[in-house]
């Protein structure tokens, strides 16, 4: 079986890693951290110590079939989002062996569509925030050098140990958002079975949205994370508008038509309610 290369082996990447492992395959995970590749190399994985933003530091990177790409922004390391996702990705595509398949984690913040329309993958990339901006300018970078890469675009990842907003919504807080706007939502496990399929039956340059397909108003979500958690029901405060995060002024249905019909995925967890059940025991 063909090695696999990680860059990104955190959230979704440790469970895309873990699902490679089970398959037979030999599995590098690319990190910064001495203590991260400890870690990893006790999980049975191959750990290469580098950092995408020091192009020295990728001089050495292992040949593998299939190369998966989710780096995420460490708010901790000072570093820009166009340093990490733009000239990171570019340091590593110029240094990295060339391989059958690169699938590439990108996001669905490349869709600008403040009206609450449906967006699937033939929509236009109507950018407004600025990490839309970098993230599409990063896929830019990846068709320059891999044309035949595939994208995916990921909606809000959540699961065990990462649901939206789950503290504040145990205390009670108030939440600052439109509780009428949309939430777009993939559970971790499901996203970690995308990108297998992805690597596996994705056609080649080929984009993929990846969400559960049945967006939620942040009113029910929110409503039902709080019943879950033995929480009060939520409050909601209008932020004003020159307060409010650029993401949440998001307002669309994200649909990801060819996730089942062009790779055959069928959900584990294909709505909200069944996604939150299976993973408020890690809040």
Excluded: K
């Excluded at 496990?189 to 596996?200: I, K, R």
């Excluded at 056609?203 to 994370?225: C, E, I, K, M, Q």
């Excluded at 033995?230 to 020159?242: D, K, M, S």
């Amino acid at each position: 079986m063909g090695d696999v290369l990680i860059f990104g082996c955190g959230y979704l990447g440790r469970r895309v890693a873990e699902r490679y492992r089970a398959e037979g395959h030999r599995v590098h995970a690319a990190t910064r951290s001495h203590a991260r590749a400890a870690e990893f190399r006790a999980a049975g994985l191959t750990p290469v110590l580098c950092d995408v933003t020091d192009p020295s530091s990728l001089e050495n990177l292992p040949a593998a079939e299939t190369v998966v790409h989710c780096v995420g922004l460490d708010r901790g390391s000072g570093q820009s989002m166009r340093e990490v996702y733009v000239a990171g990705l570019a340091n590593v595509l110029a240094r990295l062996p060339a391989p059958r398949r690169l699938v590439y984690v990108s996001s669905t913040s490349v869709y600008g569509q403040r009206d609450g329309e449906e967006v699937d993958e033939a929509a236009a990339t109507e950018l407004g925030e600025e990490s839309g901006r970098v993230v599409l300018e990063a896929e830019a970078v990846l068709r320059s050098s891999l044309p035949g890469s595939v994208i995916l675009r990921f909606a809000a990842i959540y699961g065990p140990g990462r649901l939206l907003r789950a503290q504040a919504v145990r205390a009670g807080q108030p939440l600052a958002c439109d509780p009428e706007r949309w939430l777009n939502l993939i559970h971790v496990e499901d996203g970690a079975a995308a990108v297998l399929a992805a690597a596996g039956r994705g056609l080649p340059g080929a984009v993929y949205n990846v969400s559960d397909g049945h967006p939620v108003r942040r009113h029910d979500f929110y409503t039902h994370l709080a019943g879950l958690l033995g929480a009060p029901p939520p409050r909601f405060v209008l932020p004003e508008q020159c307060a409010t995060p650029p993401h949440e002024l998001a307002h669309r249905r994200i649909l990801s038509p060819r996730l089942c019909l062009e790779l055959g995925l069928s959900l584990r967890y294909p709505g909200y309610e069944v996604g939150l059940e299976a993973s408020c025991g890690g809040a």
